[in-house]
């Protein structure tokens, strides 16, 4: 039968620690016809098992330019992720996906690209990001800002450090105020602020970003006041998710299904959906 | 007074923030909440046989409502309110009570009174503010009779007892209506939806639903008054008032202690005193 | 849509399918309640006369309270990952409602949205619905507006209908009605046109509630999400999810793993969105986070958002909420005094 509930078992090929509370996981598909065939959108996300203990929401935050293998990165919150958090190179996990729309990747062609990510909403971005560099030319400038609480929060230490060498990318790091330490040389200041001082020009730009709410809000608010149309600012929603099928209805927000409609939107589509996420 | 009249005083002199209590419902036989919060609105109050709900549910923290609150309340309802002050969740001077004299509610069209209503002690509540109208003498029963259900499957054989709660709990579906309608399930996170580690499971199988009215009925073991709201809002027909009277005997029998009756009383599992049992610590 | 008269009363009928081996489930006595159970002789049956409607709707015949969707097990140390086979068998469900077999054609549609969930595909393939229309309704029944009447075949294989003099008559309205009429034309005779419907049912229909006007109610919920309306109307809410529970239209679920040594199963349980955890971000962040706003979900999702996506009304108006209610919280009455006070932005 067509099982929809039944998850791909895929392998945990290697796993890194990014914060103290958060692992990336590249994971390779068990079934070699499945990890030939599998393809995936920037922005699409997954339902990772921990067999015994449930399923767990995350985006693919590696590109989908490289294939044979998946990332996944997640925070230890819950049940589920932390049994992740157990787990070892060589263990089997499960996977459902991919779900979701995706980043409106050939809108973004010929474009200015500005990346503003906070902490672990890096994640989505990070796919973007990767499948926009392996394609550097169809792209104009392009701009990465990340931030996060504190120095130890930055996710993906050793790909800033690869992004901040680039001389095709322009790279801004930043952490909150006092989460600097001695041998810091970014920025200080939280990423709605350092996005003014950026102060990105709209002309044929695309801001795309991800973060905790609260940053998602001021930066929407700078950006509009930057001069971005709400078309042109995208971001990645994150909502309470179980089935990703769009059946067992937790990820509503009014009409739209977080796991099917989303979980990419731009600011114009989120501006016409209640208040309910 | 009616209670009419003596919640849109208390609602004009501002005694109180908000009054809630009864008002007509959609279909016969029922009765819907009132929350009241102007002297205009509490003209739609009403007191008759089918205002059965236990009102007390709203002065639990998650209603979120101004204090003081005036609530309407009958004697069994009063004995619900007596358990939320001795476990801290609302303090006496938060809460108006508008005591009522009752004879009985139901839910039949036929007039047939609830269970707890045949057995009912408290036709007059014991703890209120100001009551509404004269006090009302009780009405003898036969003691016996009250536990009459109770004493029916006690009596039966283990298998049979086994038998007869897995039939009743194969109807349970797990809407948690039992928990939702009782003032004293206030945990602002339940046993139930706790997942780490998962204590009870959520799935309406026979283990599942087991535990969870196992686990519910010891809780509310010497908290528990009898209002019967869990067996009443229980559209699966369940007997969930058996569990609990069967805890409130045992209670009794081992420590003497009734609840909802001191409000400065410590409920037994929560105290314990140097004559209790101990013959089974060894 | 073919009709054959009913050569037998309706247990008769009943007796006929379990004589010629069909898994029956009817409305039978259960722990004194009355529910849709798989019944072995016909003297279990409660007769359609002596009921308005079971407790729990038939929905659980496809969508059960609780199914196991995938097994997985560990054989030393090896995961091992399987599908959960469920054994669906035909089986006939008799002494339906209208009300009951309409909501099936109205949650087809979100189980076969974008992803098709076979578990439910197959229990409805395997299930052979008769309905037997109403000749009487209680005070909480208001089928006839949301679009269905007492002797609606909507959603029904066979419906069963009397004539004036009590004889009944069976609506093949589907494929599957008529492949289970092929089996029973010994008691089966078909006939042109029923001339003498009895008058019952459109007494029935006048004596539900009046329809209500779903345009307006529609329009105002397109335009109200922040009226502060809903903190009067969820204040009073318990939260106790017994009319989800209870609803033929109410689909949502949760998945959870339980896993007992090595071996586990993965389950689809019933949910509502009126439980508080629903909608709880593992941040501690709930936008649902009051009651106000669980049932303001529950209006929205019922005459709204289920009809922006797939132009249907998720109700059908069998009044089991209104009825198990333990508030008297009443939807048709809170749908149809919004649209009485014209409150609006």
Redesign the interface.
């Known amino acids: 039968m067509n099982n929809i509930y039944k998850p791909f078992l895929a392998k945990i090929e290697g796993l890194n620690w990014e914060t103290p509370d958060t692992k990336t996981f590249k994971l390779k598909f068990i079934d070699p016809e499945v990890s030939e065939k599998f393809s995936f959108r920037a922005g699409q996300f997954g339902e990772y098992s921990a067999f015994g203990e449930g399923e767990s929401t995350f985006c693919i935050s590696s590109s989908p330019t490289r294939t044979g293998y998946i990332e996944c990165s997640f925070k230890v919150v819950?049940?589920v992720t932390?049994s992740l958090n157990n787990k070892d190179v060589g263990d089997v996990i499960g996977f459902r996906g991919p779900y979701g729309n995706w980043f409106p990747i050939e809108d973004m062609f010929d474009k200015n690209l500005i990346f503003i990510g906070g902490g672990i909403g890096m994640a989505p971005l990070r796919s973007l990001i990767w499948n926009c560099l392996d394609l550097r030319d169809k792209f104009k400038d392009i701009t990465i800002l990340y931030g996060a609480r504190s120095v130890g929060d930055l996710c993906y230490k050793n790909e800033l450090k690869e992004w901040e060498s680039r001389s095709d990318v322009n790279f801004v790091k930043t952490v909150d105020p006092g989460g600097e330490d001695k041998t810091w040389n970014g920025k200080i200041g939280f990423v709605p602020t350092i996005l003014n001082e950026i102060s990105p020009l709209p002309d044929t730009a695309v801001a795309i970003t991800c973060g905790p709410p609260i940053m998602i809000k001021y930066v929407l608010q700078n950006l509009e006041n930057l001069g971005f149309k709400p078309n042109q600012i995208v971001t990645t929603l994150e909502n309470r998710m179980k089935c990703g099928l769009g059946k067992c209805g937790r990820c509503n927000v009014g009409h739209t299904y977080v796991c099917i409609d989303g979980p990419v939107f731009t600011a114009g589509q989120l501006a016409e959906l209640p208040d309910d996420f | 007074m009616t209670p009419n009249q003596i919640a849109k005083e208390l609602l004009e002199s501002k005694k109180v923030s908000v009054v809630v209590g009864y008002s007509n419902?959609?279909?016969?036989g029922?009765?819907?909440?009132l929350?009241a919060r102007t002297p205009e609105q509490a003209a739609k109050f009403i007191f008759n046989k089918y205002c059965v709900?236990n009102l007390a549910?709203y002065l639990t923290k998650?209603?979120?409502?101004p204090k003081p609150i005036g609530l309407f309340v009958k004697g069994c309802d009063a004995k619900t309110i007596v358990g939320l002050i001795q476990e801290h969740q609302v303090k006496r001077e938060d809460v108006y009570i508008i005591g009522l004299n009752c004879e009985g509610v139901t839910e039949s069209l036929n007039g047939e009174l609830l269970g707890k209503c045949r057995f009912c002690e408290v036709h007059t509540p014991k703890l209120f503010n100001v009551l509404s109208g004269e006090a009302i003498s009780e009405k003898p029963f036969d003691v016996s009779e009250k536990f009459e259900r109770l004493n029916q499957i006690e009596e039966m054989p283990v298998e049979q007892r086994w038998e007869f709660w897995m039939?009743?709990f194969?109807?349970c579906?797990?809407?948690?209506?039992c928990r939702?309608?009782c003032p004293l399930c206030y945990c602002e996170q339940c046993i139930v939806?706790k997942?780490?580690p998962?204590w009870i499971?959520?799935?309406?199988?026979a283990v599942?639903n087991l535990s969870w009215h196992f686990i519910r009925a010891f809780h509310l073991a010497g908290r528990c008054i009898g209002c019967g709201?869990c067996e009443?809002?229980c559209?699966?027909?369940i007997p969930l008032g058996l569990l609990n009277m069967k805890m409130a005997k045992e209670i009794f029998e081992l420590y003497g202690y009734k609840a909802g009756v001191d409000a400065d009383a410590k409920p037994p599992l929560t105290d314990y005193k140097m004559e209790d049992d101990q013959h089974f610590i060894r | 849509m073919k009709i054959y008269k009913l050569k037998t009363g309706y247990a008769e009928f009943v007796n006929v399918l379990l004589r010629k081996g069909k898994k029956v489930v009817a409305p039978t006595i259960?722990?004194?309640?009355l529910?849709f159970r798989e019944i072995n002789s016909v003297n279990e049956i409660v007769l359609p006369e002596n009921y308005i409607n079971t407790?729990?709707s038939a929905k659980e015949f496809m969508f059960p309270?609780?199914e196991p969707v995938v097994e997985f097990s560990y054989k030393n140390k090896e995961l091992q990952l399987d599908d959960y086979e469920p054994e669906v068998n035909e089986k006939v469900i008799i002494g339906l409602r209208p009300c009951d077999a309409a909501a099936f054609p109205v949650i087809d549609d979100i189980f076969n949205y974008e992803y098709k969930d076979a578990f439910y595909n197959k229990r409805r393939e395997e299930t052979i619905l008769i309905t037997i229309a109403c000749e009487n309704a209680?005070?909480?029944c208001f089928c006839t507006s949301v679009g269905i009447k007492p002797d609606s075949a909507q959603g029904s294989d066979i419906l069963l209908k009397k004539n004036t003099a009590g004889n009944y008559f069976a609506y093949a309205s589907s494929e599957k009605g008529e492949r289970l009429v092929n089996q029973f034309l010994d008691i089966l005779e078909e006939i042109i046109e029923l001339v003498d419907e009895n008058p019952v049912y459109k007494q029935t229909a006048e004596k539900v509630r009046t329809p209500l006007e779903l345009e307006k109610i529609k329009d105002w919920l397109d335009k109200n999400f922040d009226n502060p309306a809903w903190d009067?109307y969820g204040?009073?809410c318990?939260?106790?999810?017994?009319c989800?529970?209870?609803c033929p239209t109410c689909h949502c679920f949760?998945i959870?793993d339980?896993m007992k040594y090595n071996h586990g199963l993965r389950?689809k349980?019933?949910d509502?969105c009126q439980?508080?955890?629903f909608t709880l971000h593992s941040s501690g962040h709930n936008p649902r986070d009051?009651?106000n706003k669980r049932y303001r979900q529950r209006v929205m999702h019922k005459f709204k958002y289920y009809n922006d996506r797939f132009n249907k009304i998720l109700c059908t108006g069998c009044g089991r909420c209104?009825?198990?209610c333990?508030?008297?919280?009443?939807i048709?009455?809170v749908v149809s005094g919004i649209t009485q006070t014209g409150v609006s932005k």
Not at chain 2, 30 to 33: A, L, P
Not at chain 2, 62 to 65: E, F, G, I
Not at chain 3, 30 to 33: E, S
């Open positions: 819950g049940k932390s | 419902g959609s279909i016969s029922k009765t819907q909440t929350i709900n549910i998650v209603y979120k409502l039939k009743e194969d109807k579906v797990r809407c948690y209506a939702q309608a939806d997942t780490q998962r499971e959520s799935s309406a199988h599942g709201e009443r809002v559209h699966q027909n | 259960y722990q004194n309640t529910l407790v729990r309270i609780t209680d005070e909480s009067e204040a009073r318990l939260g106790c999810a017994s989800a529970f209870l949760d959870v339980e389950r349980n019933w509502a439980f508080p955890v009051v009651q209104i009825r198990a333990p508030v008297n919280l009443d048709y009455q």
